[in-house]
């Protein structure tokens, strides 16, 4: 190995060392090992090397060269959210922290939105916060999972409780025990979308379509405009077929009275999948920016979600103060003056 390369290897796992400390750990390492490689590729003496083994060592430095640049940018693009954001970048020291997690064992995938994206998110209030999808043993971060995890460390910080112990009823469905969160960067609400209170799911809906046209898709990349595009098309494609011709009392009858039919077709459709959060995500972004900032979100509101419950209701979660997060379950003809949307996004 030439001294200009002994140089730079030894720079490298210096650079290794300090990444152990760093807000992204995980990165730091995958870092480490391409170099870690490429040291060993080039302490390989090329003169008793067969024609195909160099050229399958040319070849491999070439990957790895590309995959360095790749993790380079990765880094700067995380460095250049958190400074758009300020406080508003929950990224993997602050989940780590927020939960008690191991930040090693915390993956971090690239972040899907652009620097106009995140500077617009900013200016609506949002927060960029990264999601993970398993605790530091390998566990689903469950809605229940997130709970117990964080309820040992409001425990030892006397910050009261997590969810409400006098509301009991989801404990044993599957939105509470089964369904677990995905490893994706989302930009989230911190107040709800104006104008989505006192209306029903449908109402709330239309509501959001508005606040996509009017204040994200003007900024968003051009595959998150189409796919925007796509699922507000469907849903008014959806509005025309169910609801034409009927007034706004006739439609909330309908919600009412057939909970099951238009709980399931409106949760599903594309608009309120990718702009809705789960009830796990719901709470796992109220924990994370809690736990961040000592500020508790949607303290005085309920965030209506995209799921529904064993017999077909769907889903809210909010009032978060020292008692807990509250969670309950209504029909999608309901309308109160604290339901709500919480606008999230994940492209």
Known sequence: MSEQEQNGFSQNMAEAQ???????????????????????????????LSLGEAERDIQRREELTKELLQIQQELEKIEKAQEIMGEDFMGPEQVANALNLDPTT?????????????????????FL????????????????????????QFEA???????????????????????????????????????????????????????????????ANEQSQNLYLEAIREFETYATTKFANKDDEEIEQLLRYNRQTYSQEL???????????????????????FQTNNQRLLENMWAWTNTRDSVGDLVFVGYFDSDGVFVDRVRPGHSRGRLAVSFSRLR
């Open 129 to 152: 916060i990264l999601r993970i999808d398993k605790d530091s043993e390998g566990n689903p971060l469950t809605m229940q999972r997130i709970a117990n995890l964080a309820q040992t």
């Open 18 to 48: 300090q990444g152990e400390q760093s807000p992204t750990p995980s990165i730091h390492k995958r870092r480490q090992q391409v170099r870690g490689e490429m040291y060993q590729i080039a302490q390989k003496d090329s003169k008793i």
């Open 157 to 219: 910080q006397d910050k009261g409780r997590v969810l409400r112990d006098d509301i009991t009823w989801f404990q044993n469905d599957s939105f509470f025990t089964a369904d677990s969160l995905a490893l994706k960067w989302a930009l989230v609400s911190k107040e709800v979308v104006p104008g989505s209170t006192r209306k029903n799911y449908y109402e709330q809906t239309k509501t959001l379509v508005a606040y996509l046209k009017n204040e994200i898709i003007p900024t």
């Open 267 to 289: 949760a599903n459709l594309q608009i309120n999948q990718l702009c809705r959060q789960t009830p796990t995500e719901v709470l796992y972004d109220l924990i994370v920016y």
């Open 106 to 126: 915390i993956e971090v995938p690239p972040i899907p939105f652009s620097q106009a994206e995140l500077e617009k998110a900013k200016q609506l209030g949002q």
